[in-house]
């Protein structure tokens, strides 16, 4: 490093001889080997900084003192201004003549008192906390989840689309279109789906809707001997992977945007869940198809798929950093269970 900074020295000391000979500052240092920068440093060198003060501790003539922040405050944590947001309560405080400063100033020393979010008070539970849900599956008709959405037929008229899936399988094992969301069509869509299937789940799992917590719902789980399990009130993600569905389903690019009739909507959504279990390509699967997995077919579809992979390899090597291999189908899967997170479809 000190040879570098030598030879530096000496072709400066160089350069100069030649600029003070009447050549350009370009050419001299383009034959020295150094770049003009070097020279022009060379010529007003750095000067040492002096005493160094961060901005947060400089005395500005218009800096807010600690007084007036706590002043502003105290006023906002006040009863008048207390439920109101701190836009509202600056300009309700200017008007009334205590503010001094901007409302940018006003952010900052909300901000710095950690007051920047929702200052209202917040609604009191009035009963016991609800528990956080913790269910998962290894194989599938484990843990089933069923929810309700709304589906839009002609003019105003609305339908409800009822779909109950298996969770470790993604497979949609159940579904129903009616006009209506209620307990008894609930219970027929529960019924329905082990009957079809010839299995029911160990756990059913379902938002806080007045159908899923009907005595209608809770008597039929209890006589095929499913214990149901619920969402918390008011937490949007317990319920992921039937919200995860609805997605899927209305930002399919064939999906109307009203239904002509109630059949009409009846034969798209069977349409729809019967290519999705034998198509679908699920991410949450690594990419196999419900129906493989939920009639355990997956490692099966797997060695095939490495098969492909291992003969693609074998004729393009080139292609690759390393040997293509084909994951299996994921362990588990669960609410709130420590697995991999949801993408935004299914």
């Known amino acids: 490093m000190a040879d570098a900074k030598i030879w530096k020295d000496i072709a400066l000391t160089f350069a100069g001889k030649l600029i003070t000979a009447g050549w350009s500052a370009v050419k001299a240092c383009a034959l020295v080997g150094i770049h003009r920068t070097a020279w022009y440093r060379h010529l007003s060198p750095p000067r040492p900084p002096g005493i160094l003060v961060p901005h947060v501790d400089r005395a500005y003539p218009n800096r807010i003192s600690d007084a ?13 201004y207390a439920n109101l947001s701190v836009t509202q309560a600056y300009y309700r405080m200017l008007d009334a003549g205590h503010c001094f400063f901007s409302i940018a100033a006003a952010h900052r020393i909300v901000a710095r008192h950690g007051q920047n979010g929702d200052r209202r008070e917040q609604r009191t539970a009035t009963g016991p906390k609800r528990a956080k849900p913790v269910v998962h599956a290894t194989a599938p008709n484990q843990l089933w989840s069923w929810d309700i959405t709304m589906l839009h037929g002609p003019g105003k008229h ?13 497979k949609v094992v159940g579904h129903r279109v009616e006009h209506t969301e209620t307990a008894s069509l609930a219970a027929a869509l529960i019924n329905d789906a ?32 499913i214990t149901l399990s ?3 009130p008011r937490v949007s993600d317990d319920n992921p992977y039937s919200e995860s569905l609805f997605k899927t389903v209305k930002y399919d690019l064939d999906f109307p945007r009203r239904f002509r009739d109630i059949q009409h909507a009846r034969d798209y959504m069977a349409a729809f869940f019967a290519n999705y279990n034998a198509n679908h390509r699920h991410s949450g699967l690594n990419y196999y198809t419900p129906d493989l997995v939920h009639k355990g077919r997956g490692n099966q579809a797997r060695l095939q798929r490495q098969a492909t992979l291992d003969a693609i390899y074998a004729r393009h090597p080139q292609r690759y950093r390393n040997k293509p291999a084909a994951p299996a189908v994921p362990s588990q899967a669960g609410i709130n269970h420590k697995t991999t997170p949801l993408s935004q479809t299914a």
């Open 158 to 170: 609305t339908y409800r689309l009822y779909t109950m899936l298996d969770v470790f399988s993604r």
């Open 194 to 225: 082990v009957t079809v299937n010839r299995q029911r789940p160990e756990v059913l799992h379902a938002d806080n809707g007045a159908p899923m917590r009907a005595g209608s719902t809770l008597q039929l789980a209890q006589s095929l001997g």
């Open 68 to 80: 007036e922040a706590e002043a502003f405050m105290e006023l906002l944590n006040s009863r008048e």
């Open 230 to 232: 619920y969402s918390r």
